[in-house]
């Protein structure tokens, strides 16, 4: 994804790259456990409820949960009485409507609605085992990609420790369950950082890409398309760099040309649920884009403008669950030291990933600058152009926070690494 991350010295003065495996036996079987053991606890923590409420109530505010629920049980419903699987009458009458345009979430719903119609599973244990274990197994997958990365395992917990506690995931818990599901996105960064550095193969890389790929389609297709224009800004930092002759042009054009390779196989293994998803109808939808609760605002990232200050509730400005965007004065502290740092002890070789984050912040803001969600000025922004494209317009703007968030935690990971370097 990106050049010069996590390497010792700079690529191009590599006759021969050689790959330096951090050692990925004691990783997947010990510190990955250890580090599941840990954010799993901590996720309990921060849910505090107990095991009877788990079991009987589901965990989130009133409105979008009701639709996970309906596509949770609509799955096995329909394939234990023999309907249509997603294309259905049931909603979005009289038009009907095709259920793989909106958040059915088919690669987590479908086994869980069948324990559910199988009595095996409750409703709301169900419920909460696909939204908050997509917020386990995302922690656990950007722990994966910051340790593949940094290379230093305990820094790499806290960066991943710090993306876990992160607004993101503590305000879309509350009723959006395919946007837990973000992990395959780590999966697949760390898998490109891998294949930069060839420490896996042009096989291994291909078969992951694929894999990822898919799953990011069927978990949420707005992220699947988000993830690619990250990639593509990783790309285009990286081309720069061949240009500015600190990156050999060779090792970027393979990189790019094999991504781009398992795209295709992605592509070519959906094109089926894909042509049969477009033929069927849709809802008439209005682009989120234009509607300002959904993007963040300068307030949002200095001032605790979300949050009141009592125990009892969390109210938000805007939408609840959309708002997403709120640093908080630690996190924004943290993102500003540990670039600083990072760039002056590695003489910039992460200067990528610093670019890369801020450029996702920018994006996140939307198309036009505001202040407050009630104050939109008319100062523009580069996310004006997706508002313009037809594929990228109903893109939601603040949901780019999911990739600052882990930019923040890659960044906490190589400082920690620095810091271990130089006590050294």
């Not at 599941?36 to 409420?53: D, S, Y």
């Not at 993830?227 to 990156?247: D, N, Y």
């Not at 992460?350 to 939109?376: C, P, Q, S």
Request: contains cysteine; charged residues 10%.
């Amino acid at each position: 994804m990106g050049y010069e991350i996590g390497t010792s010295e700079p690529s191009y003065a590599r006759s021969q790259p050689t790959p330096q495996p951090l050692n990925p036996g004691r990783l997947s079987r010990f510190h990955l456990v250890l580090a599941a053991a840990a954010q799993g606890l901590l996720i309990v923590l921060m849910v505090h409820h107990g095991p009877r409420t788990w079991d009987h109530r589901v965990i989130g505010v009133l409105g979008d949960p009701t639709i996970y629920i309906w596509f949770l049980t609509w799955w096995g419903f329909a394939i234990l009485h023999g309907l249509p699987l997603a294309a259905t009458h049931l909603i979005s009458s009289p038009f009907g409507n095709n259920i793989l345009w909106d958040t059915s979430v088919p690669l987590v719903f479908i086994p869980l609605s069948l324990l559910i119609h199988t009595k095996i599973l409750s409703l709301p244990l169900a419920y909460n085992l696909a939204t908050y274990g997509g917020w386990w197994f995302s922690s656990i997958a950007a722990y994966w990609s910051f340790a593949v990365i940094s290379r230093n395992r305990w820094a790499s917990f806290i960066g991943s420790a710090v993306m876990l506690c992160s607004a993101y995931y503590t305000n879309q818990a509350l009723g959006h369950t395919d946007l837990m599901w973000v992990g395959f996105a780590f999966l697949l960064f760390g898998s490109l950082i891998q294949f930069q550095r060839q420490e896996i193969g042009r096989r291994a890389f291909l078969v992951r890409a694929a894999l990822w790929g898919v799953c990011l389609w069927l978990t949420n297709q707005e992220y699947f398309v988000t993830t690619q224009i990250m990639v593509g800004l990783g790309f285009l930092f990286s081309a720069h760099a061949v240009v500015m002759g600190r990156r050999p042009k060779e090792e970027v054009r393979r990189v790019i040309v094999w991504y781009f390779v398992g795209l295709g196989i992605t592509a070519a293994a959906l094109a089926p649920l894909i042509l049969w998803q477009i033929s069927t109808p849709n809802q008439p939808f209005h682009p989120f884009s234009y509607i300002n609760v959904y993007q963040v605002n300068l307030a949002n990232l200095i001032l605790p403008v979300h949050t009141a200050l009592n125990p009892g509730w969390v109210q938000l400005t805007g939408n609840i669950m959309e708002q997403d965007g709120y640093f908080g004065i630690v996190a924004l502290a943290g993102l500003i030291t540990a670039s600083i740092v990072v760039w002056r002890r590695t003489r910039g070789r992460y200067r990528l990933l610093i670019y890369w984050t801020l450029v996702l912040l920018v994006l996140a803001m939307g198309d036009f600058v505001i202040i407050e969600n009630a104050h939109k000025t008319a100062i523009p922004l580069p996310g004006i152009v997706l508002s313009l494209v037809p594929v990228l317009k109903d893109i939601i703007f603040d949901r780019f926070m999911w990739g600052c968030f882990w930019g923040i935690g890659l960044l906490i990971s190589l400082y920690g690494n620095v810091l271990v370097r130089r006590s050294e």
